[in-house]
């Protein structure tokens, strides 16, 4: 099954714990984001990649950090300086270069503070 | 001006009625455009994407992108209320391999 996947779906999170949210696809392509999305707003960018072992913040790159080791996956670590982590986040991943841009969202997963 | 806009509703329309989404964007050079689905508590799904201007169909789904006039919208024929969702609208503002600028999203419901 070609896809993005996404785990844990719900992951809690105690104060001052770093916690990580995998991603993985299996489609060749070559950039992969990380999007947060809160109740009723749209998606904000936090870190992508375009290529192994490198990596650009987006706009809110404050209190997350990612690693981009093999071109299949893509962790985000939200740290204890992240201060309102409670959202949902979406990994994405698109090929580069072939004028087929197209976009794909994995299923997500929900982060809540406990 | 935002980089990318939508009209965040709701949007209400009958069932069976056309419903139209707009979508109006910062860069006169962009190249891209996609529409995305959302159901309440699920991620976003591609239903289509234009790069020419002029239109574009898919089964009920039209897009349109107008680039002189710096929009593109998404026509929904025959409105059902499984079409019930928010509409996102994404572009690819800038050449090279740029992230996507995703608009925040226009919430539809289609009533029976």
């Known amino acids: 099954d070609g896809g993005i996947t996404q785990s844990p779906k719900y992951l809690f999170r105690k104060e001052g714990q770093n916690v990580t949210l995998s991603c993985e696809q299996n489609?060749?392509?070559?950039?992969m984001y990380w999007y947060r999305q809160d109740p009723g707003q749209g998606l904000r960018l936090i870190y992508y990649?375009?290529?192994?072992?490198?990596?650009q913040k987006g706009d809110i790159a404050e209190g997350y950090s990612v690693s981009r080791e093999k071109k299949e996956s893509f962790p985000l670590t939200v740290t204890s300086a992240q201060k309102n982590p409670t959202a949902f986040y979406l990994c994405a991943s698109r090929r580069l270069g072939t004028g087929q841009e197209t976009q794909y969202f994995g299923p997500g997963t929900r982060l809540l503070v406990l | 001006q935002k980089e990318v806009e939508q009209n965040s509703g709701p949007l209400s329309v009958p069932e069976g009625a056309i419903a139209s989404l707009n979508c109006t964007y910062s860069?006169?050079?962009?190249?891209?455009f996609f529409w995305y689905r959302q159901y309440s508590g699920k991620s976003p799904e591609l239903i289509m994407f234009i790069y020419s201007n002029g239109d574009k169909e898919d089964g009920r789904f039209t897009a349109q992108l107008n680039k002189a006039s710096q929009y593109v919208s998404l026509l929904i024929r025959d409105s059902q209320p499984s079409d019930s969702a928010t509409y996102l609208c994404?572009?690819?503002?800038?050449?090279?391999?740029?992230?996507?600028?995703f608009g925040k999203g226009t919430r539809l419901s289609v009533i029976a």
């Open positions: 860069d006169r050079g962009s190249q891209s």
């Open positions: 990649s375009q290529i192994v072992n490198d990596f």
């Open positions: 489609l060749n392509h070559d950039a």
């Open positions: 994404a572009v690819k503002l800038r050449p090279g391999n740029t992230p996507l600028v």
